[in-house]
Each structure stands twice: as structure tokens, then as C-alpha cells.
């Protein structure tokens, strides 16, 4: 093989390592990505589980202090 044979199929490997690193690189991006959606809709559910017991805790503890005269 000629230098410019040997330079050309250097480029040519090169070039096809870098799309499968890309290729891992967008496989890897997309699953964080899913990761991230998944905790905030975790995220979400818990915030509104949250906001439920408070309003019950609020509610029991008004409903308490009717029954005990306090309001």
C-alpha cells in the first residue's frame, strides 16, 4: 500500500470509530434524559402526595380545635 492508501484508510477507520463513539454518546444521552423524565415524574407525585397530607393535616387540626371550642 501507497502512503496516501495507508493515510485515506487511516481517516477512514478513524471516521468509523467516531461515529460509533457518537453512536454510543446519543444512546447514553437518550437514556438520561428517560432517567431524568422518570424522577420528575416522581419527583411530581411525591410533591403532590405532600400537598394532600398537609391539606388533611391542616384539616384534621382545624376540625380538632372546632371540637375542642378553640375557633
Known sequence: MNP???ASQSV????????REE????????????EIAEKRQELLAR???LREIEARMARE???????????
Not at 23 to 34: A, D, M, P, S, Y
Not at 61 to 71: E, H, K
Open 4 to 6: 496516501e492508501d495507508l
Open 12 to 19: 477512514r477507520l478513524k471516521e468509523e470509530q467516531l461515529r
Open 23 to 34: 453512536e454510543k454518546l446519543r444512546e447514553i444521552e437518550l437514556r438520561v434524559q428517560r
Open 47 to 49: 410533591e403532590s402526595q
Open 61 to 71: 387540626s382545624s376540625s380538632q380545635d372546632v371540637a375542642n371550642g378553640d375557633a
